[in-house]
């Protein structure tokens, strides 16, 4: 079982009560962009095996988005953050160092 | 238009371990906005603090529970709620915020027994640490297949609230986790 701690309301919340949001971070290109960005932005995705950033809704919940950085080969969880952050914070990127030093952001 | 409003399970009851019971007609106001700016209105019409993070607060025959970094909750009486989100909004007026009456879309019930009974009844269709859970806190939750809310008005006395829509499922999932012989003996 995947338990994520949700940052709005501190609340370590089991996967049922989450509704998954994909994978985080993804620049949008909307109309008028070049079809193989807009392409890239709809369909092409990291699929990492290992660390990964992604998107969840506490639905069951809260009711907000937050962020996640886990490792999706093990399910360890680096920990969770705003959604309103353009790329993983320093202190989540130093979690995720301290237990996979060979890591290096993409 | 209260002398018509009629709750979602009326008189509903059932006995096992602990009591289940539906709890009739409860106002229930939603409030949305900046939290940080509500609070001197807020306490100025129910006389409750601004809640903390998932906390619950009283007032004046009003409880206010913090739903959301953006949503509070207000239960009051159920012909009250009408002039309490005309107040509000009288009083929020030109600042973004939501006030409604969402009475008549919620159901409430009320579990009653003993204190560890009653919380293995509830631990046992929800994955929310009841254990960790206590008067004067809301804990936001799935039970079961459906979303609720559930808090301790005191150890041994437990709320639920849920979309009427799902009032009967919500009463029967509880009626069968309350079941003689369902105390599973977890929560000491
Ligand atoms: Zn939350």
Known sequence: ?106 | MSEQAVSALPGAEATGVVTVREMGLQGMVSLRGDLAALGTVVMRLTGAEMPAVRAMTKGRGIQVAWMSPDELLILCDHGAADTLVADLTQAFEGQHHLALNLSDARAMFGLSGNASTLRDVLAKVTPADISALHPGEMRRTRIQQVAGAIWFETETEARVICFRSVAQYMFDLFTVSAKDGGAVGFNR
């Open chain 1, 1 to 106: 079982m995947l338990t994520l701690t949700c940052p709005c309301c501190g609340i370590s919340a089991c996967e049922t009560e989450l509704a998954p949001g994909g994978e985080a971070h993804l620049k949008r290109f909307g109309p008028g962009s070049p079809d193989a960005d807009f392409e890239s932005y709809l369909f092409l995705r990291q699929n990492s095996r290992g660390v990964h950033f992604e998107r969840w809704r506490h639905a069951m919940g809260c009711g907000k988005w937050f962020l996640a950085a886990r490792d999706t080969a093990t399910l360890e969880v680096f920990g969770t953050y705003s959604a309103q952050t353009t790329e993983p914070p320093a202190d989540i990127i130093a979690a995720i160092r301290a237990k996979r030093p060979d890591w290096s952001p993409a």
